[in-house]
C-alpha cells in the first residue's frame, strides 16, 4: 500500500459514518467540547490573562479607564514616540497633546507606516486562558496592516466586558465574514537553531493595557 493509499483509507473511515447520498458538510457534528477549563470571576480571569500575555512577552499595564489616557502618554514619552496611528475611533482624550496622529487609511503605504513610532488600537476580544489578543477590523481598530507593520503597538483592553476564558468563547463573539488578526504577544520565531528573532512579520513589542474599575495603575 503506498502514501496515497493510506491516506484515502483513513479519509473513508473517518466518513463512515455519513450516508453516501451526504456530503460531509450536511451531517451535524457534535459540538460538545468544554467552552471553558474552570470557573472564573472577573479579577481572576483579567489576573490570568495578565499573566500569560506577559509569558509571550508582552508588556502588560492595569488601569482604570480614567487613568487611561496618563498610561498611553507614559508610553509614548518612554519610546520617544512623536508620529502615531490611530483608528478614528480611537478617542482624541487617549493620546497626548504633543503627538501627531495620523490617521489608519488606504492611501498608507507600508514603507510610510514602517516609519510611524506607534500604533494605538482598541480590541474586539481578549482570551485568557490562551493570552492572545483579537482584532477584527472594527472602528477603534482599524486595517489590519496598521497592527502589524509599525514595530510598536499599544493594545487597550477594556475589562471585564473584553475578557472571556476560553477560545470557544472568543469565537462565538466574532464574526467569522471579518478581517481578524489573533495577537499573543510581540511577532516573533525561531530558526533551526532556536534563536527568538522578534518583529519578523509583526511589531517587535506589544504594550497591553487592561482598563478595569478596580484596577490601579502599573
Not at 123 to 139: S, Y
Amino acid at each position: 500500500m503506498n502514501s496515497r493509499d493510506i491516506v484515502l483509507s483513513r479519509i473513508r473511515r473517518a466518513l463512515a459514518d455519513v450516508p453516501r447520498e451526504k456530503g460531509p458538510e450536511e451531517t451535524p457534528v457534535p459540538r460538545d467540547y468544554w467552552q471553558r477549563h474552570a470557573a472564573r470571576n472577573d479579577t481572576q480571569r483579567i489576573e490570568l490573562l495578565a499573566e500569560n500575555l506577559t509569558d509571550y512577552r508582552a508588556v502588560v499595564h492595569l488601569c482604570t479607564s480614567a487613568e487611561l489616557p496618563g498610561v498611553i502618554a507614559g508610553l509614548l514619552r518612554h519610546r520617544g514616540a512623536r508620529r502615531v496611528v490611530a483608528p478614528w475611533a480611537v478617542p482624541d482624550g487617549w493620546l497626548p497633546d504633543d503627538v501627531e496622529r495620523l490617521a489608519d487609511s488606504a492611501e498608507q503605504s507600508p514603507r510610510e507606516l514602517d516609519a510611524v513610532d506607534s500604533v494605538v488600537t482598541g480590541c474586539a476580544v481578549a482570551v485568557a486562558e490562551t493570552g492572545t489578543i483579537v482584532l477584527d477590523a472594527g472602528e477603534d481598530q482599524g486595517r489590519r496592516r496598521i497592527s502589524l507593520v509599525p514595530d510598536h503597538h499599544i493594545c487597550v483592553v477594556h475589562a471585564p466586558s473584553q475578557v472571556v476564558d476560553s477560545v470557544p468563547q472568543a469565537l462565538s463573539r466574532l464574526d467569522p465574514t471579518r478581517p481578524q488578526t489573533w495577537i499573543s504577544g510581540p511577532s516573533a520565531t525561531s530558526d533551526i537553531e532556536l534563536d527568538r528573532v522578534e518583529g519578523v512579520h509583526g511589531p517587535r513589542s506589544l504594550d497591553v493595557v487592561i482598563t478595569s474599575p478596580g484596577a490601579s495603575a502599573s
